[in-house]
């Protein structure tokens, strides 16, 4: 499995293997873009509202092989409608393309409404196994704010198990996801963004080591040195990491970067996803506010 780290959150994955095309039509090869934020750096505004160090964002630019990457999207996938995970410039490039766009149930409809082709992401969406995992993006009142927000489990037969946690603080449903699917990669947010009020609304430092020490293989992290609100550096969370002795199984990628996984963990039939899983609660109307407020 290969996993190209753009930028932020957004990450080119490549499954499946090309020779099988002609035989077996349902593992053919995707290039699954996830979470595209594509703005031109400073072209939204920052979101650290309050105690200083505003910035426009993006903080940096896409790394310069992106475009001639992306001519090989095949499907785009969102796991949240925030700014920083789905821009403008996404949209108008996807509609663009005409790719197809897969999403939890809570956010199809409104993607839907934006001209979109949506298809719900559920269990055997892309011919892999899925489960939605939810979230909670920030605690209390701003919790509430960010809105709903769900992790995603992809499971494909030919590739490794992948569990894009998305943006989260740590709660014992991110933890018991983890202990039952065993995904032998996780990709996780490590900015500790916070607006300034409030709290942390992305897993903090301590939750981020308790996060590797669960991982069963290999924790990517993402969301870092991209966006005014996420104060953590590649540079501070690499020495943690390693003072933890847990540099081993963790990755911190560049922009631009290839992350190639050869294989899973073991031979061992993998968990089934839950069929029911609820991708969570309806968002009212603060999460299209907060969406707003952030200039999309
Ligand atoms: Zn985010």
Redesign the pocket.
């Known amino acids: 499995m290969k996993i190209h780290h753009i930028r ?2 957004t990450t080119l994955l490549t499954v499946g293997q090309k020779h099988r095309q002609k035989h077996r039509q349902k593992h053919r090869q995707r290039h699954l873009l996830i979470d595209p934020m594509l703005a031109e750096p400073a072209s939204m505004p920052g979101f650290k509202l309050f105690g200083g160090g505003r910035r426009a964002n993006p903080l940096v630019p896409l790394p310069p092989e992106t475009e001639a990457r992306l001519a090989h999207v095949t499907d785009v996938v969102i796991t949240h409608e ?1 700014p ?2 789905f821009d403008k410039a996404a949209l108008a490039w996807i509609r663009d393309r005409g790719l197809p766009v897969w999403a939890n149930a809570m956010d199809g409809k409104n993607l839907a409404r934006k001209g979109l082709e949506v298809h719900e992401l559920q269990n055997g969406a892309m011919g892999m196994d899925v489960e939605i995992i939810p979230n909670r993006h920030g605690r209390g009142l701003l919790g509430w704010l960010m809105g709903p927000v769900s992790g995603y489990y992809l499971a494909h037969p030919d590739e490794p198990s992948i569990y894009f946690t998305s ?1 989260a603080i740590l709660t014992d449903d991110i933890l018991a996801a983890i202990d039952r699917l065993k995904p032998d990669i996780i990709v996780a ?1 490590a900015g500790s ?1 916070n607006i300034g009020i409030g709290g942390n609304i ?1 897993f903090s430092m301590d939750e981020l080591v308790t996060l590797a020490k669960r991982a069963p293989g290999t924790i990517i992290f993402n ?1 870092l040195e991209a ?1 005014d609100h996420c104060p953590t550096t590649r540079e501070g969370l690499h020495q943690r990491m390693a003072a933890e002795g847990l540099l081993e199984r963790v990755r911190i990628p560049a922009d631009g970067e290839d992350i190639i996984v050869e294989r899973g963990l073991s031979e061992t039939p993998r968990a089934r996803p839950l069929e029911n899983a609820h991708p969570g609660r309806t968002p009212g109307l603060q999460k299209w506010f907060t969406a707003k407020l952030a200039g999309t």
Do not use: R, S, V, W
Request: glycine content about 0%.
């Open positions: 932020n959150a925030h920083d995970h943006d947010p963004a992305l969301h966006l």
